[in-house]
């Protein structure tokens, strides 16, 4: 059975770090697109983030560009992280990974397993 589980969220100040983990289990095989996707309090969840079976990564959303990188450990594949820079409050949302299990897919394709999310609140 898989699972995702997501860490590191938590309360930050304008202008903080976080960084979040993705722990995948279950997977037959570790060639895993993973996604990071956030819904903020009254708006629709949107993607932010995704990294491919190659390491290859895309920037979904221009207010997030430069302040935060995916990334996958190099010696469990299945555990991929969120580093978050510079943090604002239009942050604040609700964050999940999402990943797909289909050997040879992509971040374009449709995500099959979802975590259930980690909270950012980021306040002074």
């Known amino acids: 059975q898989v699972q995702l589980a997501e860490s590191g969220g938590g309360k930050v100040q304008p202008g903080g770090s976080l960084r979040l983990s993705c722990g995948g289990s279950?997977?037959?095989?570790?060639?895993?697109?993973f996604g990071w996707f956030r819904q903020a309090p009254g708006k629709q969840r949107e993607m932010i983030l995704c990294i491919n079976a190659d390491d290859t990564s895309r920037v979904y959303r221009d207010s997030v560009k430069g302040r935060f990188t995916i990334s996958r450990d190099a010696a469990n594949r299945n555990l991929v992280y969120l580093e978050m820079n510079n943090l604002k409050p239009d942050d604040t949302a609700v964050y999940s990974c999402?990943?797909?299990?289909?050997?040879?897919?992509?971040?374009?394709?449709?995500?099959?397993?979802w975590g259930r999310g980690t909270q950012v609140t980021v306040s002074s």
């Open positions: 999402a990943a797909n299990g289909e050997y040879g897919a992509s971040c374009t394709d449709p995500f099959m397993y």
């Open positions: 279950g997977f037959t095989h570790d060639k895993i697109p």
